[in-house]
């Protein structure tokens, strides 16, 4: 079976940089959940919903941010290696939770909707400090 493996993840201080990285991983082909497919990436805080952090498409020419990571991280995809990237920069304290990589089932969308992707991986966690 194929599964989102999320890494990349840690503790760094306000203003510091992460890379978070996401691969498919199994014994079967990857492509039944990664080709094709906008990738995401949510958070979630303790006592939050999980949010919506960052979309690209399948060819990579598109992306989608929420407002409050503009500017900041940049996500990214290497198909050929199976994996989505997350760069994060200026990191705030605020952006402390766990981050999850998805794919989405939708065509033509966003990829802001949560409720669009029904493959998830484990999550990993980012904390920074103030």
């Known amino acids: 079976q194929v599964q989102l493996v999320e890494s990349g993840g840690g503790l760094v201080q306000a203003g510091g940089s992460l890379r978070l990285s996401c691969a498919a991983s199994?014994?079967?082909?990857?492509?039944?959940?990664?080709?094709?497919?906008?990738m995401g990436w949510f958070r979630q805080a303790p006592g939050k919903e999980r949010e919506f952090v960052a979309a690209?498409?399948?060819?990579?020419?598109?992306?989608h941010y929420a407002d409050s990571v503009k500017g900041r991280f940049t996500i990214s995809r290497d198909n050929a290696k199976d994996t989505v990237y997350l760069q994060m920069n200026s990191l705030r304290p605020e952006d402390t939770a766990v981050y999850y990589c998805?794919?989405?089932?939708?065509?033509?969308?966003?990829?802001?909707?949560?409720?669009?992707?029904?493959?998830w991986g484990q999550g990993t966690q980012v904390t920074v400090s103030s």
């Open positions: 998805a794919s989405s089932r939708a065509a033509g969308t966003n990829g802001a909707l949560k409720y669009d992707y029904d493959y």
């Open positions: 199994g014994r079967t082909s990857s492509w039944s959940i990664m080709g094709g497919r906008t």
């Open positions: 690209i498409s399948w060819s990579g020419s598109s992306t």
